[in-house]
């Protein structure tokens, strides 16, 4: 099983157009964050969302935590081919050990 | 900008033998951290480290592995008999405090043969 469910699997959109990534999860965390992976490097953060209802934006990407902060969301407007790549969410349940959601592959055709 | 540093960035190694890989931790950072990656799937966690001893570890993390900060700079994982399922990226992280944000490596493709 398991512990973070990223949909959709795979995303490939043209350019210009919007998106939504889900996270979801039946365990609470103290905290969420979302990563974006390009191939053959580590993930890079993008934001830490800590506040169950909270919403963060940076730039064209609004990110959001669930009221219960059992999920997450991450909204791409007006996507750009430099958007192509993995994006990670993971949890945080302890402090010590993040948990990796299965990934979402972003592909934005020009 | 301070980075984490892994090295090789790649390693081929025979089924049996044992592999180090290294990592050097952004220096003012207290936690570490070992995540794998097999291809095409998630990114697992693999062990955390903080004053000098494991913090954490996963079902993943078995008698075979082990982790050492062996000076004040480097952060090692050993995996002592490799088979053939060990075959994966390995990534390296720190962080500054718990629950921070996450600063990885670039990662060690290792290859089991």
């Known amino acids: 099983t398991q512990l973070l469910e990223q949909s959709p699997q795979f995303l490939s959109i043209q350019e210009g157009e919007n998106l939504t990534v889900y996270c979801n999860s039946s365990?609470?965390?103290?905290?969420l964050q979302w990563y974006r992976q390009e191939p053959g490097e580590g993930p890079v953060l993008l934001v830490t969302?800590?506040?169950?209802?909270e919403v963060k934006k940076l730039k064209r990407l609004t990110f959001q935590f669930g009221d219960a902060r059992k999920d997450s969301s991450l909204h791409i407007t007006a996507a750009q081919p430099g958007d192509t790549g993995l994006y990670l969410c993971?949890?945080?349940?302890?402090?010590?050990?993040?948990?990796f959601g299965t990934g979402t592959s972003l592909t934005v055709i020009p | 900008e301070p980075e984490v540093t892994q090295t090789p960035s790649h390693q081929v190694t025979q089924m049996g033998q044992e592999v180090i890989l290294r990592c050097v931790p952004i220096?003012?950072?207290?936690?570490f951290y070992w995540y794998r990656q097999i291809l095409g799937q998630k990114v697992e966690f693999l062990v955390s480290?903080?004053?000098?001893?494991?913090?954490?570890k996963s079902e993943i993390f078995d008698d075979q592995f082990s982790v050492e900060r062996p000076d004040g700079s480097n952060f090692t994982l050993k995996i002592r008999s490799t088979k053939l399922e060990d075959s994966a990226m390995y990534f390296c992280?720190?962080?500054?405090?718990?629950?921070?944000?996450?600063?990885f490596g670039s990662g060690t493709q290792l290859s089991v043969l």
């Open positions: 969302v800590v506040t169950g209802g």
């Open positions: 220096s003012n950072h207290l936690y």
């Open positions: 365990s609470v965390f103290s905290s």
């Open positions: 993971a949890g945080d349940l302890s402090g010590n050990q993040f948990y």
């Open positions: 992280a720190s962080s500054p405090r718990l629950g921070e944000k996450l600063f």
């Open positions: 480290f903080y004053n000098n001893e494991i913090s954490e």
